[in-house]
C-alpha cells in the first residue's frame, strides 16, 4: 500500500520561500505510468492543482504559479519536493501531494501539511 507523507516549516514569512517534502512508501515513485502531483487547498476554498511530476521526471507547471514554483525529486530517497518561492500570504494553504494514474486520476492522499504565510 503507498502512503504520502508531507513535511515542512509550517510558518513562513512573506518574501521568504518555503520548501516541502512528500516522504513515499511502499511503492517507487518512478513507477511506470505514474503521477505524483502536489496540490494545495486555500483556506475557504477548493483545490488547485500545483503541479506534477511523471515517472519519468518530466514535469507540468500550472501556469497560474509557474513562476515561484519549482518541483523535484531525490530518487535515492524515494521523495518529493515543492519549492515556493517569494511567497506571499495568498500562499496560506494546506499542501498535499498526491499520487495519480496514467489519466490524472489521484487514487492516494498525503494527509497534508499546513504553511502559514505570516508576518
Known amino acids: 500500500q503507498v502512503r504520502l507523507q508531507e513535511s515542512g516549516p509550517g510558518l513562513v514569512k512573506p518574501s521568504q520561500s518555503v520548501s516541502l517534502t512528500c516522504t513515499v512508501s511502499g511503492g517507487s515513485i518512478t513507477t511506470a505510468y505514474t503521477y505524483w502531483a502536489w496540490i494545495r487547498q486555500l483556506p475557504g476554498k477548493g483545490f488547485e492543482w500545483i503541479a506534477h511530476?511523471?515517472?519519468?521526471?518530466?514535469?507540468y507547471y500550472n501556469p497560474a504559479l509557474q513562476s515561484r514554483t519549482s518541483i523535484s525529486r531525490d530518487t535515492s530517497k524515494n521523495e518529493l519536493a515543492l519549492r515556493l518561492s517569494s511567497v506571499t500570504p495568498e500562499a496560506t494553504a494546506v499542501y498535499f501531494c498526491?499520487?495519480?494514474?496514467?489519466?490524472?486520476?489521484?487514487?492516494?492522499w498525503g494527509q497534508g501539511t499546513q504553511v502559514t504565510a505570516s508576518s
Open positions: 511530476m511523471f515517472a519519468n521526471g518530466d514535469t
Open positions: 498526491a499520487r495519480t494514474d496514467n489519466n490524472l486520476l489521484i487514487d492516494t
